[in-house]
């Protein structure tokens, strides 16, 4: 079966747009921080605008240049974070490279960290004490939900161990007892793995790097990179997220239900 | 080849004790926290006291009855950080089961706390920002390194994913670019993950889970548990740990070089 992640979405919007007039009494507004020119993290935060305006959700991006220092845009971040209007605070990744990554998303206060992305939400995670989940791991389980998928015996293989996706999957997934498998571009055998997966989830960012012979039949394929041969893949499949319309909106809408988790606190 | 790790720790030891001497000025007292009458509790903090000693650093327990309160054991341990003269602060695990460990282990400041327990340094090693390493991925580090082993391109499987051995020591290998597996009793296929692995690492604690069948020849096993047949499976190894004199003595003195790297800063 594939996944229709936009039908998803839009029923957990519409739950959304409930609940955020009943229990808040404030407008809620995410303030997402937006660095250069990049053109798909110009268009992701044109998506999450365009969602969070179906939830009632106020939406501001605030730009900078691609030329910004990392103490000026830590300055920024701190100063965005600390307005009462801001209900959330997200940056939008990756940012320029000279830019101390971590050192800026370590500004946004736990409260305001509906991305899950700072140290100290970061620990709070990894020793199971945040009321939220990564926005990736809240995807991921809202599937798993969907589709009642026991992950406790299940054999995991994860693509890549990135910050948004491989690293707090992986640890999650661990966490609730599945066996867990990352592999990486140094892996010498990576479809061994594979092809022993219940479940398969990959957040790399390189087309066609998992194909049809990589993947036993009746497996569950969740793709964040787009890295899955869908259309052969998918045959194999028991389940399967398309390229478009796939995971990506369930992310966006585990972002949203974040920003009312911590603000319902 | 067997892993002597009183040898190996014994020569970071006469390191340590040079290096005390000099560029610090104050002496180093490690604190250590005992709840209860778990024997082996109390048998490894004696061991840890008596390599203290060796290395110049004091050691005091803190005793407190199996009876003591969360709330009651949280004072303490703020207030035992706090004194200026303990250098380090460790909470001897495991906790009686009434008490709430993360949240007592939070009660150790970052720059006290060279177990990597808390929330917050655990926020750190999680996002590659802290300047030590939770003590058994340190014992591992320092393996690897004597032996020159490169885990870039090499297949590993860990055994347990609890607090102190399978999560620490499965995100720093994942992080450096090692294929990673994590199995847990839930795994309906362990020995494949083995076989199929370079290096093998437990930390279940369930004597003989690990079997000559299991392991592939000229595999690494790092044993935490003891939970490797050791003398059939170490007939398969290019490199092992022994039960005793194996990886506890070096995991001891990284607790010791991190006291000294915290206290450097």
Not at 136 to 156: L, T, W
Request: net charge neutral.
């Amino acid at each position: 079966m594939i996944i229709d992640g936009k039908k998803i979405a839009e029923e957990i919007i519409s739950q959304i747009a409930d609940e955020t007039v009943e229990p808040l009494s404030k407008q809620l507004r995410l303030a997402a921080v937006l660095v250069g020119n990049h053109p798909d993290s110009r268009k992701f935060l044109e998506l999450k605008k365009s969602v969070a305006k179906i939830a009632g959700i106020d939406f501001r991006i605030y730009e900078f240049p691609e030329t910004i220092t990392t103490q000026q845009l830590r300055k920024e971040v701190v100063a965005i974070s600390k307005a009462q209007i801001n209900s959330g605070v997200i940056v939008e990744l990756p940012l320029p490279a000279h830019i101390n990554t971590q050192y800026v998303l370590n500004a946004i206060p736990e409260e305001k960290d509906i991305d899950v992305l700072s140290q100290k939400a970061q620990g709070a995670f990894f020793t199971g004490r945040f009321k939220i989940l990564p926005p990736a791991v809240e995807a991921v389980k809202i599937i798993f939900e969907k589709y009642n998928i026991n992950i406790k015996d299940k054999n995991c293989t994860i693509f890549g161990y990135g910050l948004l996706v491989g690293k707090p999957i992986s640890h999650w997934l661990a966490a609730q007892g599945a066996t867990v498998s990352v592999v990486n571009e140094f892996t010498p055998n990576p479809k061994s793995y594979a092809l022993n997966s219940d479940i398969i989830i990959s957040g790399v960012g390189k087309p066609n790097l998992i194909t049809a012979d990589m993947v036993k039949d009746g497996a569950v394929v969740i793709d964040f990179g787009p890295d899955v041969d869908f259309i052969s893949v998918s045959l194999k499949c028991s389940l399967i997220t398309p390229p478009t319309s796939g995971i990506g909106p369930i992310v966006i809408v585990a972002v949203l239900k974040n920003l009312i988790e911590l603000s319902l606190k």
